[in-house]
């Protein structure tokens, strides 16, 4: 079967870095994205990644990791607008996409 | 359009009533998926169209619900008879090929 893993929730000191881990096992790979979403909003893509490595977007940097089936998303100098579920989705061998749950990130003062 | 539109926004019907909800994505995408998420939940996967090849209905979760999506372009999603354990935010994505898919704002469905 098709799985995606991610912790369902976290927290989170305001200013610090946090790390939001993903495991996926998928028939073919094609691409692994993050999304954030907001209480009461639709998901808004954050980052793609579809070759190893890390990928750097301001405050957010997403890692890849085909052979290990692994990505990761890091938060830095966190703000209390951060505070959202973190969505990880494969796309898979037919291009479609296999979501995660969500991991909620709760951010403290 | 510039994004993916969704009707209505917000949608109340009496349990056993038949619903309707629009989805119409951005022009020139070839995929269309369907998502159900009940408050504080993940989204759970209802149908997924690609281009012209036949739908992934494997979603759906009953016969109740059915999807079609005309020439390529609007999707509808409709719930027949619906029940309480419906209510929920249907969400409506597209994307092109290997790329981002795209939200809409989601219909609010509620059964009463």
């Known amino acids: 079967g098709q799985n995606i893993d991610q912790p369902t929730e976290m927290t989170a000191t305001e200013g610090a870095i946090v790390q939001i881990n993903c495991t996926y096992q998928?028939?073919?790979?094609?691409?692994l994205f993050w999304y954030q979403q907001h209480a009461g909003e639709a998901p808004t893509f954050l980052s793609y990644n579809v070759l190893d490595g890390l990928e750097e977007k301001g405050r957010f940097s997403s890692f890849l990791s085909r052979s290990k089936g692994y990505s990761y998303l890091l938060l830095k100098e966190l703000q209390m607008k951060d505070s959202a579920s973190y969505l990880c989705?494969?796309?898979?061998?037919?291009?479609?996409?296999?979501w995660g749950a969500g991991t909620k990130l709760i951010i403290k003062p | 359009g510039a994004g993916v539109s969704q009707s209505p926004s917000n949608k109340v019907t009496e349990k056993g009533k038949d619903v309707e909800l629009r989805c119409d994505p951005i022009s020139g995408h070839t995929a269309l998926y369907w998502y159900r998420q009940s408050l504080g939940q993940g989204l759970e996967f209802l149908i997924y169209f690609q281009g012209n090849s036949a739908p992934d209905k494997s979603g759906l979760p009953s016969d109740r619900f059915s999807a079609e999506r005309t020439g390529g372009s609007v999707s509808t999603l409709t719930i027949q008879r619906t029940q309480q354990e419906d209510s929920a935010v249907y969400l409506c994505?597209?994307?092109?090929?290997?790329?981002?898919?795209?939200f809409g704002q989601g219909t609010r469905l509620t059964v009463v």
């Open positions: 998928t028939s073919g790979f094609n691409g």
């Open positions: 989705a494969v796309y898979a061998s037919n291009y479609q996409l296999i």
């Open positions: 994505a597209s994307s092109a090929v290997n790329t981002e898919a795209f």
